[in-house]
């Protein structure tokens, strides 16, 4: 009985041994298993972040580039510029306004084209293109008495053939060399149209037009003086000139037109 019982235990203990490496072997592989779908895991969530991330990015450039596309070249301008003053107006029709800005050593300066397409700011075509109007800011002016020598601005001359504009204003017209000049002042404003007899042209039409226009719309105040200069001769942008000064500061308008040229510094009557 004895040996019985030894032999018994002898094989319960043999069958443990035999069973306990097999139940370790199996315990590790889930072991591992459950390592591995974890970190399988952990990837797939880092991977669909940098997913994420780089969607957003890509959502976010092309908005931008969006946005530019939409955007008038005077609206690109004002955004670029936000500080600088400038006409808020300038007439072109049904037609596009494109632009050409850049920052100068004292200022700012603009050209001004009237075009069938829409162009955004500076494009490299308009380097073939004539302006229509242009527009010149320049700042930092040591005095007031700096400002003037820049405009240099002319003195209507009184000996002239008197003319009614309307409005209580009177020109004084004379002929020069083939000329008729037809000058005036409203305020702190010298006006000076110019047209060729040899054209039969005739200034004071366009004169009244002018006067007329004045009453009911306003140009900037000068702090001095500010001066406006037609050549109905001139069909380029320079046949209008309006310039005027602040204590440091010469604004300086040029049109093709003379109308378009006062529409444009009305609107920085505000500024």
């Given at each position: 009985m004895k040996k019985i019982g030894l032999i018994s235990l002898f094989a319960v203990a043999l069958l443990g041994a035999c069973q306990s490496p097999s139940e370790t072997s199996q315990e590790t592989t889930n072991e591992t298993v459950r390592t591995t779908e974890t970190s399988t895991s952990k990837e797939e969530i880092g991977s669909s972040s940098v997913s994420s991330n780089e969607t957003a990015s890509s959502a976010e450039t092309s908005t931008g580039t969006q946005e530019n596309s939409t955007q008038t070249a005077f609206e690109q301008l004002q955004k670029e510029y936000p500080d600088t003053p400038m006409p808020k107006e300038i007439p072109v029709g049904s037609s596009n306004l494109n632009i050409a800005a850049t920052m100068t050593k004292q200022g700012f300066s603009v050209l001004y084209y009237q075009s069938?397409?829409?162009?955004?700011?500076?494009?490299?075509?308009?380097?073939?293109?004539?302006?229509?109007?242009?527009?010149?800011?320049?700042?930092?002016?040591?005095?007031?008495?700096?400002?003037?020598?820049?405009?240099?601005?002319?003195?209507?001359?009184?000996?002239?053939?008197?003319?009614?504009?309307?409005?209580?204003?009177?020109?004084?017209?004379?002929?020069?060399?083939?000329?008729?000049?037809?000058?005036?002042?409203?305020?702190?404003?010298?006006?000076?149209?110019?047209?060729?007899?040899?054209?039969?042209?005739?200034?004071?039409?366009?004169?009244?037009?002018?006067?007329?226009?004045?009453?009911?719309a306003r140009l900037p105040a000068p702090e001095k003086v500010g001066t406006i200069e037609i050549n109905m001769t001139d069909g380029t942008n320079q046949n209008t000139r309006i310039i005027w000064q602040k204590p440091t500061t010469v604004y300086t308008i040029t049109n093709q037109d003379s109308m378009n040229a006062l529409k444009m510094a009305v609107s920085m009557e505000q500024q």
């Open positions: 069938e397409q829409a162009l955004p700011l500076n494009d490299a075509s308009l380097n073939q293109a004539e302006p229509i109007a242009s527009y010149l800011y320049q700042d930092d002016f040591a005095s007031s008495q700096e400002t003037l020598n820049t405009i240099q601005p002319f003195t209507v001359d009184t000996g002239g053939r008197q003319v009614d504009l309307g409005y209580n204003i009177v020109g004084y017209q004379q002929g020069a060399a083939g000329s008729s000049i037809l000058e005036w002042q409203e305020g702190n404003w010298r006006l000076r149209i110019r047209a060729s007899n040899i054209d039969g042209q005739d200034p004071v039409p366009l004169a009244k037009q002018i006067v007329t226009y004045l009453e009911s």
